[in-house]
Structures are given as structure tokens and as C-alpha cells.
């Protein structure tokens, strides 16, 4: 035992991480890519209105919502490995597949040219039918993309459970998450130019072949702690900490705990917990994901391929980025420094990060001086959602065994789906029938579209503080899942 306790850790756990990392930053580019073109880009080709854009973004929301109730149940299903795999190969080529979306709305409508697509006349039955045409062929490819999305947060879930102890996963979970901070920053800086110099098209095929390179790494980076030989005896000591060590003694079959059935995970008020929280903010986050660079070109004329418009982005995920990683550390500190059980410490840190969100009230009003105004509050609310959400994920874990967390984060994932396809969709016919009313639509001294953000920054602003307490409701303290023989 005496080299046991005195060999050198190895820290492989975090080479994980960081190619969890990487996966999201490319689920979150991948994303973006219409986000960031659609207005500028896309829409004067295809004549799409903002209820076209809601459309899309709605339907990719519920689509992504029930692929991830299935994704979860196949991913403990196939095994981490493989099932991730699986993931980023279906997500990446629908990402690819956007760009075939104007060469076919071309030949379907008998269009010899882009640039004729662009002087139809809008408003005529042409222009209706090459927007019909083109929102269908998009939705095609945007359900491919969920398809393969739906699986990457079930397995990164999974995959931090297998690699770190409970009292590091909320801080783990933070890091990758952040990928989707950093893929959010770095598309504004990226797309747009890419699509300027080579048309939206080749932004959609440079970005969604990013996934393909990360396939390659995987395939040789990972396998389950016990099994890789990058990590010794220490280390995975270490992160079996929380596990009965007599019983990994005596069993190997402590690696594969019994799963929890599908429908049976519905009985659980654990599970009905998570679903809530997720069904209650993942909209928030996915609004202004879809809708950010539109409301920059909308309200203040800035285009999405604008230095401006760059600018504002690239600032607003900067602070999520930043600020969203110490988020995760909190939890830490109160298991630590104050004795909670990591439960406690999470709800404790979840209300304070619901109580950022309420800043969006001020985004609207702040902005009538100055854009930063908007772009610097909005990227507050997404710091805060996205430390709430590493500590809502890492919940799981809290409550449930490893077999059924990619399972339990599937389902809760499907709920986050709903939200998001109810605002994306909800906002998109706001905003066009706000705009076609002017100044008879009026909310909090806003009139038209203006007004109807502010509608929508309001839900945003107390999303979060109903969720959390909807959650400490069902679940008001640590109360683990156990698995009966």
C-alpha cells in the first residue's frame, strides 16, 4: 500500500473534460450559425418574416425536446462512447445539410439564381412559396441537427458522473457548460465573416465540420475511468470517493448499477424537480441565444456582420463566459467551507444565480441611452443561467444513480425543449404582430416591436425564481434515489 499512498495523482479526469468542452463549443457554433445569418443574410434571399424565423426556431425547440426523452435511454443504452459518437456524426452532418437548403428551394421553384430569389417581388405568390419552400427544407435539416444534439448533454452529464466525485461535478459541469458560453462567443466573431466572404452557406459546412474532427479525437482520448490507461490507482481512487469501496472490492458489477425503468422515473419527485427547472428557464437561454443578434439589428440597426454588431456579441458572451465557470465553484465552497451536503449547497447556489435574471427588466429601458446597456445586462442573465444550470445538472447526480442520469437529463432536457419551443415561437408571432400594429401596441411606454421585447425580457426576468421554488417545493431536502434488488 506504502507506493499507493505516495504515487503521484493523475489528473486525466480534466483531458475529459476538456474534450466535453470542445463538443459543446461546437454544439452551441452549430447552433448559431442561423441565428447569426438568418436576418442579414438568409431572409432578404428567401423572403422570411420574424414569424418564419419563430417557426423554425420553435420546431427545432420541439424536436430537440422529445429526441433528448429518447436520447438519454439511448445514450445508457450505447455507453458513452459510442453513443456520443452517434451524437456529434448526426448533429454535424444536419449542420452541413443547411447549405444544400438554397440550391433546392432554387430548382423546386424554378429560380435560375440567387440573386433572383432576392428581386422577387415581396409579397407575391413567388415570394410565398420560395419562404414556404425554404422554411420546410430548413426544419429538415434543423431535426437532424436536434436529433444528434439532443445526445450531447445526456452523455457529457453521464461522462462527469464516471469522472469526478460528487463535490467536483457542479464544477466540472461548469467548465463544459462554458462551451457553450465560448461557441455563443465565438460564432458573432466567425459567421458572420465567413459568410460575408463566402456566402452563409460555407459558414454552415466550415462550422458543422468541426464536429468530424472532434470524432477523431474521442475515438482514441476516452474510455471509462477503470478501463483507461491514462489513469491510475490515485486518481481513480479518487473519483470513486462517494462509492462503497468494500463493494467495488468485492463486485465489479458496482460499475453497472441497475437502471431505473423509463416510466418509473416518472414517479419520482426528483425527476418532476428537474423537469421544472429545466422547462422553466432553458427558454431564457435559448431566446436569447436564437434572438440576440436579431434584436441588435432590429432596435439599433446593427447588422449581424457589423463591427458594432460583432462587438455586442462578442462582449455579451464574454461576460457569460467569465463569469458562469466561478458558478460552479460555488456549490464547492458551501460543501467545503460551511459543511452542507452538496444538495444544500446547490439549491443555495441556484437561488442566488435566480436572482441575476431579474436584471433583464432593465435591459429595454437602459437601452433607450446605449446598446452596451442591453448587451452587458443580457450577458449578466446568461452568466446566471448558465451557472444555474451546471448546479441544476449536477442534481441529477445528487439524487440518482449513474445508470439512469443520462436518462433523467434526457427527459428534464425534453422539458427545457417545451420552454423553448413556447418562446421562440410565442416571440416570433409577438414580434411580427407587434411590428404590423405599430404604436397601437403598446407595454410598460414601449410601442411595437420594442414593447414586445420588453414583454418577453419580463418573462425572462422571473423565469428563474418561480423554477427554483417550484423545485425546493418537491424536493425541500438531499434525498437520494436508491435501487432495489
Known amino acids: 500500500m506504502a507506493p499507493l499512498q505516495t504515487a503521484k495523482m493523475t489528473n486525466y479526469r480534466w483531458v475529459i473534460c476538456a474534450m466535453l468542452f470542445f463538443a459543446t463549443t461546437v454544439n452551441y457554433m452549430d447552433r448559431q450559425v442561423l441565428s447569426l445569418t438568418w436576418k442579414d443574410f438568409i431572409a432578404p434571399e428567401f423572403h422570411w418574416t420574424d414569424s418564419d424565423y419563430g417557426t423554425i426556431t420553435g420546431v427545432f425547440s420541439i424536436f430537440y425536446a422529445v429526441a433528448c426523452l429518447f436520447a438519454g435511454k439511448f445514450i445508457d443504452w450505447m455507453g458513452t462512447k459510442k453513443g456520443y459518437l452517434i451524437s456529434i456524426f448526426v448533429w454535424s452532418t444536419g449542420a452541413c445539410l443547411h447549405a444544400a437548403c438554397g440550391w433546392i428551394t432554387m430548382n423546386i421553384e424554378g429560380v435560375e439564381s440567387i440573386e433572383a430569389l432576392r428581386l422577387v417581388q415581396a409579397g407575391s405568390g413567388l415570394a410565398l412559396a420560395i419562404a414556404s ?49 465560448v461557441g455563443a462567443l465565438l460564432a458573432p466573431a466567425t459567421i458572420p465573416l465567413l459568410a460575408r466572404a463566402w456566402g452563409w452557406e460555407m459558414a454552415f ?13 474521442w475515438v482514441f482520448l476516452y474510455d471509462k475511468p477503470h478501463k483507461s490507461k491514462y489513469v491510475n490507482q490515485v486518481e481513480l481512487n479518487y473519483i470513486e470517493q462517494d462509492t462503497d469501496l468494500a463493494e467495488v472490492q468485492n463486485k465489479q458489477e458496482a460499475k453497472e448499477e441497475k437502471t431505473i425503468g423509463f416510466m418509473k422515473c416518472f414517479t419520482f419527485r426528483q425527476t418532476w424537480s428537474f423537469i421544472v427547472g429545466k422547462f422553466m428557464t432553458d427558454g431564457v437561454w435559448w431566446f436569447f441565444l436564437f434572438w440576440a443578434p436579431a434584436y441588435f439589428s432590429d432596435q439599433y ?44 449547497g446547490r439549491m443555495r447556489a441556484m437561488l442566488l444565480f435566480a436572482c441575476l435574471p431579474v436584471l433583464a427588466l432593465f435591459a429595454q429601458p437602459l437601452g ?3 446598446a452596451w446597456w442591453p448587451a452587458i445586462i443580457i450577458g449578466l442573465v446568461g452568466a446566471g443561467h448558465q451557472a444555474w444550470s451546471a448546479n441544476l445538472f449536477s442534481t441529477i ?35 411580427t404582430y407587434a411590428e404590423g400594429q405599430g404604436s397601437a401596441f403598446t407595454f410598460f411606454g414601449f410601442e411595437g416591436k420594442p414593447a414586445a421585447y420588453m414583454i418577453v425580457f419580463c418573462i425572462c426576468a422571473v423565469a428563474y425564481l418561480i423554477g427554483w421554488s417550484i423545485m425546493k417545493a418537491l424536493v425541500p431536502k438531499y434525498e437520494p434515489i436508491v435501487v432495489e434488488d
Open 205 to 217: 459546412i466550415i462550422i458543422g465540420a468541426l464536429g468530424y474532427v472532434w470524432m477523431g479525437l
Open 133 to 181: 419552400t425554404s422554411v420546410v427544407l430548413f426544419l429538415i435539416c434543423r431535426m437532424i441537427l436536434a436529433l444528434g444534439e439532443a445526445g450531447n448533454f445526456p452523455a457529457a452529464i453521464k461522462v462527469t458522473a464516471e469522472y469526478f466525485p460528487k463535490k467536483d461535478r457542479a464544477f466540472a459541469t461548469s467548465i463544459f457548460n462554458a462551451g457553450a458560453s
Open 368 to 370: 433607450a441611452y446605449s
Open 301 to 344: 440597426g446593427y447588422k449581424s456582420d457589423s463591427t458594432m454588431a460583432i462587438l455586442l456579441i462578442f462582449t455579451l458572451y464574454a461576460i457569460v463566459t467569465i463569469l458562469s465557470i466561478g458558478g460552479g465553484y460555488l456549490p464547492t465552497y458551501f460543501v467545503d467551507k460551511k459543511g452542507m451536503n452538496p444538495y444544500a
Open 397 to 431: 447526480g445528487d439524487m440518482f444513480p449513474k445508470s439512469t442520469i443520462a436518462t433523467i437529463t434526457g427527459i428534464g432536457a425534453m422539458a427545457g425543449g417545451i420552454g423553448s419551443f413556447l418562446i421562440n415561437k410565442g416571440s416570433g408571432v409577438l414580434f
